[in-house]
């Protein structure tokens, strides 16, 4: 098979395996990138073709493969010790300045670039002023792949959740309060409608293409986190909010409702999970 006909995921964590696993089931060659050994075989037993490397070690990048499709979807993991902003600004500068071609470029990047704050609905041409030190890193390295690299598709993301990721699932198990204002809007995604939609970039995205990936109801937090206790056995969710001037208050200005017509009209996604009361009893088994 030619490797330049094939589909390389840098950051091939929850949701890229999944991508991974309808590309191969495609019969499409899939490369998948990591920085573990361990993780490497195991991608090799699932079918992938594992590539070591680190977005941080430009000498690593070397061994990136020439491919037709990449999908960049790493996140930042707080247990490396690895500032925020080195894995998503310079990491995705070294791997841009690694990858030799690529028809498509697929890039998974973060609605927290958008920082209104006020319950408004938020469309793909809303100000991109987030309030929060993460945001802005997540937009610095979007404006950056788009400087770099123009005809990229970038997907904002809301939060992604589904089996073994549910939002503070934990905390409600454990009767702990939750830190937050429970009147402020959440916005979801199912990890299923998010592959799916990785695809559906990957077929329709127009070059340079910026899409909102969210389902179609927006959620006030008390409403989601009591349907999650109902469904988990757990007691009603307590909330209390942040000390004033921590980052998490900072991070709380940040309150709304976003909005995905072109994930539906230019993508032409039909979600299977349009609602947060469709997507909880699938990922924790009651469906």
Sequence with gaps: MDAEAGKLIIGCGYLGRRVAARWLAQGQRVFATTRSAAKAQEFARLGMDPVLCDVLDCNSLSSLPRVGVVLYCIGHDRSTGRPMRDVYVTGVANVLGALLSARR?????????????????????????????????????????????????????????GPGRLLRQQTIELGEPIVGDPERWLNLIHVEDGVTTVLAAEEHGKPG???????????????????????????????????????????????????????????????????????????????
């Design 209 to 287: 293409g910026t899409y909102n990936v969210a389902d179609d109801q927006p959620v006030r937090r008390r409403e989601f986190y009591s349907a999650l206790a109902r469904l988990i056995g757990g007691p009603a969710p307590r909330f209390h909010m942040p000390a004033p001037g921590s980052p998490r208050s900072n991070h709380e200005r940040a309150n709304r409702r976003i909005v995905s017509r072109l994930l539906h009209v230019e993508l032409r996604v039909q979600l299977e999970y349009p609602t947060y009361e469709a997507g909880l009893p699938a990922s924790v088994g009651l469906a």
């Design 105 to 161: 470029l697929v890039y998974v990047s973060s609605a927290s670039v958008y920082g209104q704050e006020h319950g408004e609905e938020v469309d793909e041409t809303a100000a991109t002023e987030p309030v929060d030190e993460s945001g802005r890193v997540v937009l610095e390295a979007e404006n950056l792949v788009r400087g770099r690299c123009p005809s990229a598709i970038v997907l904002r993301f809301a939060g992604i959740y």
